[in-house]
């Protein structure tokens, strides 16, 4: 569950999680550090369920930086690491706070807010692709914006939901819209 709050606030509500029945993914993730938290939610879209679990197996932050470091992800070859540090620091805050912007690409969005819900291909606007990345969202009484994930355990605590919808024209972001509740657009 991606949370849309500031990381510190994230990681505290994540800790204070019961343990009890924790185990295996859910268990490691509990127990990184701010720093390694911000990256596990910021690259995961980029890496496959068998790269998660060996990344989360390595017991340092440095071995953990230095897997992310060397494991390749995109073309061009990028390491994940460079994937995520070619941004400048008020950006990479701004996807670990998950505050995105128009002018955005699509990755600086799946960093933030991780697989939209849904996602369609747009025809009859200027550019040569576009897209709509379709995203739900939580609201929880104590503040707390999560975006929604299928399986969700969360959901029966909102008191509200809401949708955005991402436009994207050339893997730019070039509108977001809010609309309340779930919509299908």
């Not at 999680?17 to 509990?30: D, F, N, Q, R, Y």
């Not at 790269?51 to 061009?76: F, G, M, Q, S, V």
């Not at 819900?117 to 200027?126: A, E, F, I, M, S």
């Not at 050339?170 to 609309?179: M, P």
Request: aromatic share 12%.
């Amino acid at each position: 569950m991606r949370r849309f709050i500031p990381l510190s606030v994230c990681l505290a509500l994540f800790l204070a999680l019961p343990s009890a029945g924790v185990c295996g993914t859910a268990g490691k993730i509990k127990k990184l550090s701010e720093v390694e938290y911000s990256h596990y939610i910021a690259l995961r879209p980029f890496m496959t369920d068998a790269e998660k679990d060996a990344w989360l197996k390595l017991k340092t932050d440095a071995e953990k930086d230095a897997w992310l470091k060397a494991k390749t992800c995109c073309i061009p070859e990028k390491s994940l690491w460079d994937k995520l540090y070619q941004y400048n620091d008020v950006v990479r805050q701004r996807i670990f706070d998950g505050k995105v912007d128009t002018g955005w690409s699509k990755d600086q969005v799946l960093m933030a807010w991780g697989a939209p819900y849904d996602k369609r291909k747009l025809t009859g606007r200027p550019a040569q692709r576009s897209e709509l990345l379709v995203y739900r969202f939580e609201r929880h009484e104590d503040g707390v914006v999560l975006v929604y994930e299928p399986k969700s355990k969360t959901l029966y605590k909102a008191i509200g939901t809401f949708t955005r919808l991402v436009y994207m024209d050339d893997d730019v972001v070039t509108s977001i819209v809010e609309k309340d509740g779930w919509v299908e657009e």
